[in-house]
């Protein structure tokens, strides 16, 4: 199982993103998917999850409101949007299923 993840840019508090996560080798549709983020000197951290079919959605508190998780699994990815973005955003976001994570995409948010 291969993760790809993209998306991760500077941006200026109050914008906007979207992460993508290309899954390789793997039942992606029968799978769910997270997104976790590890901000600076801090412990990773779980941001977003959906289920397979029906695409049930949970957030963290952190993000909550402001994150929409959604996947296309004729494509085999995942999305993260990332709105109202905050300095407190910055982080180096990864994609994970099971036991398997990719490489990470970094999120700068400051002006």
């Known amino acids: 199982v291969r993760l790809v993840e993209s998306g991760g840019d500077l941006v200026q508090p109050g914008g906007s993103l979207t992460l993508s996560c290309k899954a390789f080798?793997?039942?992606?549709?029968?799978?769910?998917m997270k997104w976790y983020r590890q901000r600076p000197r801090k412990a990773r951290e779980w941001v977003a999850s959906?289920?397979?079919?029906?695409?049930?959605?949970t957030y963290s508190d952190a993000v909550k409101g402001r994150a929409f998780i959604y996947r296309e699994d004729a494509e085999s990815t995942v999305y993260l949007r990332m709105n109202d973005l905050t300095p407190e955003d910055t982080a180096v976001y990864y994609c994970?299923?099971?036991?398997?994570w990719g490489q990470g995409t970094q999120v700068s948010v400051f002006e």
């Open positions: 994970n299923v099971g036991d398997w």
């Open positions: 080798g793997l039942a992606f549709s029968g799978s769910e």
């Open positions: 959906i289920s397979k079919r029906p695409s049930i959605r």
